[in-house]
């Protein structure tokens, strides 16, 4: 699943990059979605990118993580994995997307694209099932996984708060959050993964 996604978004943000047309019709605009009603927007923007760099460091990450959480799904849980890889990613898109459409919903100059909340969300999972388990932090240098949400999470908000740039760090802190409690709303007796990864008891 994980590398049909990888596809599918690869195709449709190349499709898109030289034609403004298309890129103005499915990215997330939340004037246009509460105003027009066009809510499909709050789906199709995470399949487009704004350049080679920003689709190759989103598939690159999700392609990392998405591997291990599917393997995480078939281990801890009886529900079929592809269904509960679908769950988080979609959910993951919407959940992320929320907040900057209420934000930004009388503001027709906003825009956004990208994958980023919903591979956020897919990281945080992994970090979830295995919280001890080292992720590079700025690709360099190896930290705990849980350790690198904190201070994930931190930024994000910190960066949201003072709006420097033309980053997402609302989707990104939130399409965390979401998945970090996604594998809870599957089945909350997986808490007890989580304490016993953190305390290192497996």
């Known amino acids: 699943m994980t590398l049909f996604i990888i596809i599918i978004t690869a195709v449709f943000s190349i499709t898109v990059f030289s034609r403004s047309e298309l890129f103005y019709r499915y990215q997330l605009n939340p004037?246009?979605?509460?105003k027009k009603k066009q809510y499909y927007r709050i789906l199709t923007h995470a399949f487009l990118h704004i350049g080679w760099e920003h689709l190759i460091v989103n598939m690159i990450v999700?392609?990392?993580f998405g591997n291990a959480l599917s393997k995480y799904f078939y281990i801890y849980s009886n529900i079929n994995s592809t269904i509960l890889f679908i769950g988080i990613y979609v959910g993951g898109?919407?959940?992320s997307s929320v907040y900057s459409i209420i934000k930004h919903k009388n503001n027709s100059a906003y825009n956004a694209v990208g994958a980023s909340g919903a591979v956020s969300a897919v990281t945080f999972a992994c970090i979830f099932f295995d919280p001890l388990n080292k992720i590079y932090f700025f690709g360099i240098l190896p930290i705990?996984?849980?350790l690198f949400g904190i201070l994930y999470l931190g930024y994000s908000y910190y960066m949201s708060?003072?709006?420097l740039d033309n980053i997402g760090h609302d989707a990104h802190f939130y399409g965390a959050v979401f998945g970090f409690l996604y594998p809870l709303f599957i089945n909350p007796q997986l808490i007890t993964i989580f304490i016993n990864k953190l305390?290192?008891?497996i």
């Open 31 to 34: 004037y246009l979605v509460f």
């Open 62 to 64: 999700l392609f990392s």
């Open 93 to 95: 898109i919407i959940i």
């Open 144 to 146: 705990p996984g849980i």
């Open 161 to 163: 708060k003072k709006n």
């Open 199 to 201: 305390a290192g008891n």
